[in-house]
């Protein structure tokens, strides 16, 4: 169809925004000289070039009558093509929308990519004249509008929240009875959806799905981006995951999870794009204004890199800020996503003057009434000076805490000079996040990742092994606090095993036992291995995915009771911290740490290289209002010595300790008399009223 009718059109919103009687297209450009709207046919050949005729301060917008959904179209710039200034525009480049709703499909590699001839003596200083339209993907105008069934939204409260890492593709590729395995259907098919609600976790937040971009390096090496961290559509589902074509595909996903009571938590990647450093493709913001999106060093020419991977948005630009957050608004509102973790969440908060936890982007997300609703995780790092911020954010904003993981490992390992750290993350690490009247969920806890060791490879390596990679095993962690327990790899030997199980089981327990936000990663309920590799973002591969296995996995059993123990117990997942304050109901206190024998531990004995068992009394937190749900007090035993007998703290008459958890025991929840704690083992005693 067309040639098109132009009309003037209005500044907002951004995009292309179709209505009943055409569509009106608007794109934000300062430093350009005129923006080109170019038209597609369904056979992606361009067959229109119009220049948008109206300017709004630095946004270029046109409305044009008939158009329909399905059109296809992108952008080319006019503007200087200066790098050492800071500007790369280049019209021979054909632009991705950067507020496409769908995309035709991913960038194919070519030197026409390049705004600058690749292989000049002059590098990005050279102009490039070939046409990239053949090689680019196409933005596609949509009606996302979606009949949502009337599916409620689960809406867990964050104390209730148990969260399951997992890759669209990595966990449905292995099951062989769902069809289309690898895509947003099969993620929500009927087997998946009944293992994850048999589990018991309330949310899945699912690695990258925003269009993202396969890195040539790893092309070239016959390898893929698995994970997706380079991402070039923030408003687009990734096609790769797509049955077909239509976006509809997620918003069905989305509706089944939602159905069955699990929330979608997407993993957002806002901190740099796929375009890299100033070697590096021209796909959106580059040509766009590469001056206005971008965080330029001192030689304008080049870029700050925050994260490791070319470049870094700037989000004192108040139309970065724009378009993020209409991004999140749009998965929100249209997509009914339920949160995000913001991958290097650090440099969302990067000024001039380093990171500021109340930074321009921390300030529009706490007052904006859509997001603020939503649940908010920060990755609390990047690479750049004074990255590591953990314990920096703000409420609404969860964190990542690699120090739970680390303790926790090192604790259960039998590292010396531990014991005051693991006491530390098993109450909410309040340390870090009781300030600014943060609640003790900020800590999101978790043991693994999908950066990182599998839960078992956590205790069947005790080096990484990523020779897979292509990289003669440089890349990935070599500090994993991991331990192979005698063999590295895979062993018949039973002795080993069983100490393999039971350490895991023991670290699993810890975690359903914190206070904070757990988070585990998909398959290591399932005892997943990957081999030993430790960063397998391009393993797109057996490697990768989750394997899963032709019979039930007793450990599945065992997460299955963590987790239902955790839900059972509202004392193990409170909102408020725990600081050993008296309670005003009974006079007890709320935590009470106690050596074995009963006594109390003092503050020497916190670096007794001989204690070996961490006892702790929990109640509800001082404080706590009347309708909180009540219930008595635990016993929680982390031993990871010799087998031992705990002296109990006494309790009113009427009343007794009773065991309900222990890692030591086939069935986990078999109630057993006494208070003999075995070696190796994670017990957890319960105040109840004795039965005549």
């Keep these: 169809m067309g040639p098109f009718e132009t009309r003037p059109g209005r500044p907002a919103p ?88 769908q995309l035709t499909g991913h960038p194919t590699w070519n030197k026409a990519l390049f705004g600058y001839q690749t292989g000049h003596k002059d590098k990005d200083l050279s102009f490039d004249k070939t046409d990239s339209a053949p090689y680019m993907p196409r933005s596609v105008v949509v009606d996302p509008s979606f009949n949502w069934e009337n599916a409620a939204t689960p809406r867990h409260a964050m104390e209730s929240t148990i969260i399951y890492e997992a890759h669209v593709k990595g966990l449905t590729a292995g099951r062989k009875d769902i069809p289309k395995r690898g895509t947003y259907l099969a993620m929500a098919s009927d ?120 470049n870094t948005l700037d989000f004192e630009n108040p139309f970065v800020i724009r378009l993020v957050m209409d991004s999140l608004r749009y998965w929100v509102e249209v997509m009914h996503v339920d949160g995000f973790r913001f991958d290097l969440c650090t440099a969302l908060g990067r000024t001039a003057r ?31 000076p004074g990255g590591y911020q953990l314990g920096a954010y703000t409420a609404p904003f969860a964190e990542w805490n690699d120090k739970f993981r680390d303790d926790v490992r090192s604790f259960w390992r039998g590292d010396e000079g531990k014991m005051g750290d693991m006491a530390a993350r098993l109450v909410g690490s309040a340390t870090y996040f009781d300030h600014d009247g943060r609640a003790a969920t900020s800590s999101l806890n978790f043991l693994t990742a999908h950066d990182g060791f599998t839960l078992e490879d956590t205790v069947s390596y005790s080096q990484k092994n990523n020779l897979a990679n292509g990289e003669d095993n440089r890349d990935g962690h070599s500090h994993n606090y991991s331990d192979n327990m005698g063999v590295e790899g895979p062993t018949d030997d039973p002795d080993i095993a069983a100490a393999r199980d039971r350490r895991k089981r023991n670290m699993m327990a810890t975690l359903m036992l914190s206070q904070g936000t757990p988070m585990m990663l998909a398959g290591d309920e399932l005892s997943n291995s990957q081999g030993g590799n430790n960063n397998t973002y391009c393993q797109d591969n057996e490697i990768g995915w989750v394997n899963w296995p032709d019979e039930d996995d007793p450990f599945f059993t065992f997460c299955q009771q963590a987790i239902a123990f955790r839900k059972m117990h509202p004392l193990l997942r409170q909102s408020r911290f725990l600081h050993s304050r008296q309670r005003l109901t009974d006079g007890e206190p709320d935590l009470f740490w106690r050596l074995t024998d009963g006594t109390a531990i003092q503050p020497e004995d916190w670096d007794n290289p001989d204690l070996e068992t961490l006892v702790v009394e929990m109640r509800m937190a001082s404080g706590s209002p009347e309708y909180v749900k009540r219930e008595g007090a635990l016993l929680v035993v982390l031993n990871r010595g010799a087998a031992t007998e705990i002296v109990p703290p006494p309790l009113p008459q009427g009343d007794a300790w009773v065991r309900r958890f222990d890692t030591s025991q086939d069935d986990a929840i078999k109630v057993t008399p006494g208070m003999a704690v075995a070696a190796d083992s994670v017990v957890v005693f319960s105040q109840e009223t004795e039965e005549d």
């Design 14 to 101: 951004l995009g292309a925004t179709l209505d009943e009687g055409g569509v009106n297209f608007a794109v934000f450009s300062r430093h350009a000289t005129r923006v080109m709207l170019c038209l597609f046919d369904d056979e992606g050949r361009e067959n229109q070039i119009i220049a948008l005729p109206e300017r709004e301060g630095h946004i270029w917008h046109g409305y044009f009558p008939g158009m329909k959904a399905g059109q296809q179209y992108g952008f080319r710039m006019d503007g200087p093509y200066a790098p050492r200034e800071g500007h790369r525009f280049n019209p021979f480049k054909m632009l991705i929308d950067p507020y496409a709703k």
């Design 191 to 310: 087997p998946i959806l009944d293992h994850l609600t048999n589990l018991g976790v309330t949310a899945v937040e699912l690695l990258p799905v925003q269009a993202f971009l396969n890195d040539k390096f790893l092309l070239d090496r016959g390898l893929t981006n698995y994970w997706g961290y380079m991402t070039y559509g923030f408003f687009a589902p990734d096609p790769r995951y797509m049955q077909g074509t239509d976006i509809a595909e997620f918003q069905q996903m989305v509706r089944r999870f939602h159905s069955a009571g699990l929330e979608v938590i997407l993993d957002v990647v806002y901190n740099h794009t796929a375009e890299g450093s100033e070697l590096g493709p021209t796909l959106m913001f580059r040509g766009l204004d590469n001056a206005s999106y971008y965080r330029l060093a001192d030689d304008p020419r080049y870029y700050i890199d925050d994260a490791g991977c070319g």
């Design 354 to 384: 380093g990171f500021e936890r109340d930074g321009p982007f921390f300030r529009a997300i706490g007052q904006d009434p859509v997001l603020n609703q939503v649940k908010l995780i920060a990755e609390p790092w990047d690479i750049g």
